[in-house]
Nanobody, 122 residues
């Protein structure tokens, strides 16, 4: 069973930085982690979950407009891990951040982490 565990969240002042990590436990029976698209979502209280950043299996990135130029998504396939570097944080970035991966080929399979809280104080 694949499990995603996020870490790196916390409280930071406006303008600060955080680096989130998402580590996947990867059974040998599963198709390689490298064929999965990886994504970071966030959900703030009273708001819908939104896609913050994505990184496809072939290296294409995409970002929510409000984080473009401040957030950077990356992956390490050898470590079955995904990262989100967040710079110049703003109070509106406060949310629970969740890691999501989905298979890019073959049958539709996806997994979610439980999330890590990011709180930015002004």
């Amino acid at each position: 069973q694949v499990q995603l565990v996020e870490s790196g969240g916390g409280s930071v002042q406006s303008g600060g930085s955080l680096r989130l990590s998402c580590a996947a436990s990867w059974p040998l029976s599963k198709a390689s982690f490298r064929i999965y698209h990886v994504e970071w979502y966030r959900q703030a209280p009273g708001k819908q979950r939104e896609l913050v950043a994505s990184l496809s299996s072939d290296g294409v990135t995409d970002y929510l407009a409000s984080v473009q130029g401040r957030f950077f998504i990356s992956r390490d396939n050898d470590k079955n891990s995904v990262y989100l570097q967040m710079n110049s944080l703003k109070s509106e970035d406060t949310a629970i951040y969740l890691c999501h991966i989905l298979r890019s080929t073959g049958r539709s399979v996806d997994y979610w982490g439980q999330g890590t809280q990011v709180t930015v104080s002004s």
